[in-house]
């Protein structure tokens, strides 16, 4: 069993000005350090990518917070694409038996879901690649975070989001979907199912999501959403799977009702055994009406529009 050691850092001093940037980090390929991915947010801000970086040796804690410290600066000390948001000014962390509990000031409950979804999966990710980090816990104001029913979160691991895009794993298997297109009124939904061949990196909710928006392989339904959407990502937490589509998805290219374009998607991923209500978020807003419809907050299934 290892040690369990206990280390109050005070503050990431990049973010609080409390000091001068701490020694540490190194170019990549440099001296004597050791290389990891950190998740940056991507040109678009919509999900994370990860960017090679190397750290000098050291202790667990000494390498954590250089690993926090890179991802506060962002790539290029581009702060506008940091994970962290600018609008945290505090970090601290404590370090516990093969966990990291990180701390962040009160802004950290004023963001977005969206925003606080891709923090946590971008510092989860980068601090789990230590040998000696199992999971990460979060924390505001020294109060462990809460999921939307108010039970705490407890600590997150790589394996605690749904969110890939497919790119790293070259493995194929086949699938039942069970996915909802509409008829040649536009205003139902009727349940197709498709056997298809995919890539096993590609998350199942996300699998969904583009086959909604690639319409049905046969002719006995019709698709339902613009096929120019494109799908920015797809993440599931908390029993809620955030869809974050471009823009192209409010253009539609057919008689289909808002209602049947909408759950589409909704219904389509609630058969999914992890999801419970799908928020759909366009460029990463979810200040979005379509038609009747309010996408501020997340959505459930919809049974009355099913034949």
Do not use: W
Request: charged share 20%; proline share 4%; glycine share 6%.
């Amino acid at each position: 069993m290892k040690k369990v050691s206990v280390l109050i850092i005070a503050c990431l001093l990049a973010v609080s000005g409390c000091g001068t940037k701490p020694d540490g980090p190194t170019p990549a390929g440099s001296g004597d350090n050791e290389t990891f991915y950190v998740y940056d947010l991507s040109d678009d801000m919509t999900h994370v990518r990860a960017v090679e970086y190397a750290v000098k040796e050291g202790t667990t804690s000494e390498r954590v917070r250089a690993l926090l410290q890179r991802i506060i600066d962002g790539p290029g000390q581009n702060r506008a694409l940091s994970a962290i948001p600018q609008e945290i000014s505090k970090v601290t962390y404590i370090m516990g038996a093969d966990t990291v509990m990180v701390n962040f000031d009160a802004a950290f409950d004023r963001l977005p879901n969206m925003k606080k979804i891709l923090c946590e999966l971008a510092i989860t990710d980068t601090l789990c690649q230590l040998d000696d980090v199992d999971a990460v816990g979060f924390a505001v104001e020294d109060v462990p975070i809460s999921d939307r029913l108010g039970v705490p979160v407890g600590f997150l691991t790589p394996d605690s989001f749904v969110e890939n895009d497919g790119a790293l794993i070259n493995a194929y298997e086949k699938a039942e979907l069970h996915l909802f297109f509409t008829d040649e009124t536009g205003s139902v939904l009727i349940e197709k199912v498709e056997n298809i061949t995919y890539n096993t990196n590609i998350s199942m909710d996300r699998l969904i999501v583009e086959n909604i928006i690639s319409g049905p392989r046969g002719i006995d339904t019709a698709p339902t959403v613009n096929p120019s959407t494109v799908v920015n990502s797809v993440i599931t937490r908390d029993g809620i799977c955030y869809v974050n589509l471009n823009k192209e998805f409010l253009n539609k290219t057919t008689n289909v009702s808002d209602e049947v374009m909408v759950y589409s998607i909704v219904d389509s991923l609630s058969l999914l055994s992890n999801v419970n209500k799908v928020m759909i978020l366009i460029d990463g807003s979810s200040d979005v009406r379509i038609g009747s419809i309010d996408l501020s907050a997340p959505l459930e299934r919809n049974l009355e529009i099913i034949r």
